[in-house]
């Protein structure tokens, strides 16, 4: 064959290689709202960045008429690309191929890029669009999933994982994208389960649809499996990117910072007023993330589950922060076991990846009752206690309202090895509420009153005297557990000042094979 004819059956392969499944397929997977595999590359990655490998990866059953069945990259595309300049795994799997089930090649693949990124210390993205197991290859394909599985334990809190869900994940499958360290579906296409709806049905009688068992909008809202909801493929694969755009390539590097135009002294006087005077009315967490950010902007991760605390990314001064704040606006932000499960994970990525975490507290205590004592609020509150207290990142902590109780100590208190403790002067510090406090302390005396209005008078001054002498943040600032009294409107510079003094900080925990976080 002369080297014109060998490079024409090149691109004779490639082309092919890109068809996947063929044109008809690819229509069927346009008219289902989805973008392709490859699609899906060009949106995520820099244009003409994207660098493929293993095209010509075929599988090698022979079995149920496979051997007549062969397409080239066989139903995953790998290989590497940039976001904004920053090199990137990824693999992509294609729908059009057996519906993206993982044969062993496939999995080899999928294994090979992300042996690869370890080495180079960059992260992995997988584009899941999948009928899981190929089902021709039984146990070889099981195989194949453990080997991605290993290697995703391998790489968590050494390289970034990000799991985008465009279309099914269903079995054991659902587990690849579970060890990662963010997971974004997309809503209406993609759904996650461990069994479909018919299983379902045959095993416990529950008849339920695929949206209602693990659709996008269920696992963003009652699981937490869903970090992010995006409306579309599209929106799905730029939220990656901006994702990415706060998080280090490896946990031995700084996250990217950018450069800040937005005023690090601005006084914001909004924020002396933000507190209502009436210390049970709500106010919304995020009025105030978003006075004072770099030009308040807010990648809010987890925004509509546990909505009792909230938790994103944001930058100071152009660095990336994690911020963790209690949400009064829900159950009056309230600790309970989803958002102390949700919180301490946030808390340990940002830890592992060297992000800074900013807490912004106002927390009444833990939510009370056989509910939450029943489904393990004390190992959930614990997991979060645990997160602060391993965390070695600069930690900032402002205590805006009530720090009432345990969780005053969980929400990264001075003794959690809380860096810099500010609190603003609307702060109550102290074991419980005026309310809770006279109820225990006062109940003989109070049961002794008979008349009603005496009995009101007495309790409401009793409130008082307790508000006058423990509800403010000069008990705490006494004992040194508050660093500083600050006003509500320097706390961007407050922070900013922090973060800078606390930018060289180095703290070890003691050598050990691993912690026994209460799981
Ligand atoms: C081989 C598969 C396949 C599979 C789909 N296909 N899933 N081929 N193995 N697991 C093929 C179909 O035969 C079809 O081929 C093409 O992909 C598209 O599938 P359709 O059914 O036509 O598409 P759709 O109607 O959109 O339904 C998609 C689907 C359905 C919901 C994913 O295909 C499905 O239920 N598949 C099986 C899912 C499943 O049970 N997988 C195993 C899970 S257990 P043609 O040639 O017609 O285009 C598991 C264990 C993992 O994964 C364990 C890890 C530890």
Known sequence: ?????????????????????GEKRIDSQHSKGKLTARERIDILLDEDSFEEFD???????????????????????????????????????????????????YALKICKIMDMAMKIGVPVIGLNDS??????????????????????????????????????????????????????????TSYMFVTGPKVVKSVTGEVVTTEELGGAQI????????????????ENLLLVRKLMSYLPSNNLEDPPSIKCSDPIDRLDDILN??????????????????????????????????????????????????????????????????????????????????????????VPGFLPGTGQEYAGIILHGAKLLFAYGEATVPKVTITLRKSYGGAHDVMSCKQLRGDLNYAWPTAEIA??????????????????????????EYIEKKEDEYNTKFANPYVAAKYGF????????????????????????????PPKKHSNIPL
């Open 1 to 21: 064959m002369a080297n014109q004819d060998k490079i024409n059956e090149l691109i004779e392969k490639r082309a092919k290689a890109k068809l996947g499944g």
């Open 131 to 188: 009928g899981g197991a190929r089902i021709q290859e039984g146990v070889r394909s099981l195989a194949g999933y453990a080997e991605i599985f290993q290697r995703n334990i391998m790489a968590s809190g050494v390289i970034p994982q990000i799991s985008s869900i465009l279309g099914p994940c269903a079995g054991g499958a659902v587990y690849s994208p579970a060890l990662t360290d963010f997971t974004i579906m997309t809503d209406q």
């Open 273 to 362: 007023d933000i507190i209502p005077e009436n210390p049970n009315q709500p106010y919304d967490i995020v009025d105030v993330i978003s006075v004072i950010t770099d030009n308040g902007e807010f990648t809010e991760v987890h925004r509509n589950y546990a909505r009792n605390i909230t938790v994103g990314f944001a930058r100071f001064n152009g660095h990336p922060v994690g911020i963790v704040a209690n949400q009064p606006k829900y159950f009056a932000g309230v600790l309970d076991c989803e958002a102390s499960r949700k919180a301490a994970r946030f808390v340990r990525f940002c830890d592992a990846f060297n992000i800074p975490i900013v807490t912004l507290v106002d």
């Open 55 to 105: 095209m010509f990866v075929t599988h090698r059953t022979k079995s149920f008429g496979l051997d007549k069945q062969v397409y080239l990259s066989d139903g995953v595309i790998t290989g590497h690309g940039t976001i904004d300049g920053r090199i990137v795994y990824v693999f992509s799997q294609d729908f059009t191929v057996f519906g993206g089930s993982l044969s062993e090649t």
């Open 482 to 509: 508050i660093d500083d009294v600050i006003e509500p409107r320097n706390t961007r510079f407050r922070i900013v000042r922090a973060l800078e003094l606390l930018s060289n900080k180095k703290e070890v925990n």
């Open 219 to 234: 696992h963003s809202t009652k699981s937490g499996v869903s970090h992010f909801l995006a409306e579309n493929d599209e």
């Open 431 to 456: 074991v419980m509420g005026a309310k809770g406090a006279v109820e225990v302390l006062e109940g003989s005396n109070i049961r002794k009153i008979e008349d009603a209005n005496e009995k009101q």
